[in-house]
């Protein structure tokens, strides 16, 4: 389910008086419209994932530490550490983990202040996060206290969670999180099942360089991972396998394939962006509309006539 144009208006509008969300301004037409009611969602071995408004949060509840990953905004994260709290006998978190900046996966951080021991995330995504491309700076934020360039791990309880940076992908910060022992890896925006996804070219989005974090990140988990989506289609789940990462890669391939026919066929940029119809072969994906769609085929163009 996606916002028509006033509700993402006048929901940006509700979110910036709460806090200094910062989020692409293209990006709104995709922020995942869950049910308004909090829903906790365990997978295995005590992980877990919750759904609001905003990109998926994943989360672990274990005798010896809570660990959340991605905070929503700042009203869905309260609501998301008052559930918390219940199923952790009142534990403090003791890692918020970011997978990238944006304000639907790190908006809410600010609600974690004086619950979360630490803070971690991507140097870079870090960086978006204080001075993000193209916005102002946040008012007030909850920004992290511990960065990584390619990988972080810590135990937690008698869990593990590793960070990995594959390289430039969604943006230029993303990292996949795995809970090692419960093999439940965390995509944040690095999948959006059957869904056509935010791209941040100013903070560095390279489709090249986003197939290729895909096929990495399938290598460095085993066959029966259970990933986690940041966002999906209405109807689709937010959790799934290496199949669909495979499915997703396969999709950007072929946006790229398209554009780079479009470009030989002698089209202009302007005509390139005009498409509105559904990717042939992906038409579950839906069509490509007048705000977030069209900025994956911005990156495309840009990457097939620059080789950059």
């Given at each position: 389910m996606s916002f028509t144009r006033r509700e993402f208006l006048a929901t940006s509008a509700a979110a910036a008086a709460a806090a200094a969300i910062t989020r692409p301004a293209f990006a709104g037409a995709f922020?995942?419209?869950?049910?308004?009611?909090?829903?906790?969602?365990?997978?295995r071995r005590n992980v877990g994932f919750f759904t609001m408004r905003g990109g998926t949060i994943g989360f672990l509840v274990n005798p010896g530490a809570v660990v959340a990953v991605d905070s929503q905004f700042p009203a869905e994260a309260?609501?998301?550490?008052?559930?918390?709290?219940?199923?952790?006998n009142g534990r403090g978190v003791d890692f918020l983990i970011n997978t990238h900046h944006h304000g639907d996966h790190s908006g809410g951080n600010i609600s974690f202040r004086g619950s979360a021991k630490k803070v971690v995330a991507h140097a870079k995504a870090d960086e978006h996060m204080r001075t993000p491309p193209g916005a102002n700076p946040p008012a007030d934020q909850l920004f992290p206290d511990t960065t990584f360039t390619d990988n972080w791990s810590a135990?937690?309880?008698?869990?593990?969670?590793?960070?990995?940076?594959?390289?430039?992908?969604?943006?230029?910060?993303?990292?996949?999180?795995t809970f090692?022992?419960?093999?439940?890896?965390?995509m944040g925006d690095l999948c959006f099942n059957q869904r056509h996804p935010v791209v941040d070219r100013a903070a560095g989005a390279t489709l090249?360089?986003?197939?290729?974090?895909?096929?990495?990140?399938?290598k460095d988990h085993s066959s029966d991972t259970i990933y986690v989506f940041g966002h999906a289609?209405?109807?689709?789940?937010?959790?799934?396998?290496?199949?669909?990462?495979?499915?997703?890669?396969?999709y950007l391939g072929a946006v790229l394939a398209f554009?780079?026919?479009?470009?030989?066929?002698?089209?202009?940029r302007d005509e390139v962006m005009a498409m509105r119809d559904p990717l042939k072969g992906f038409e579950a994906y839906g069509r490509f509309g007048p705000m977030g769609p069209r900025e994956i085929l911005t990156c495309a163009y840009e990457e097939v006539t620059t080789g950059q």
């Open positions: 922020w995942q419209a869950q049910a308004a009611q909090p829903v906790f969602t365990p997978i309260t609501a998301f550490l008052t559930g918390l709290k219940e199923r952790s135990d937690v309880g008698d869990e593990k969670v590793r960070a990995r940076h594959y390289g430039r992908a969604h943006t230029s910060g993303d990292a996949v999180i090692e022992r419960a093999n439940v890896a965390h090249r360089g986003w197939m290729t974090v895909l096929d990495r990140t399938v289609n209405a109807g689709l789940p937010v959790t799934g396998n290496a199949a669909d990462l495979n499915g997703f890669t396969t554009v780079d026919a479009q470009v030989k066929a002698g089209k202009s």
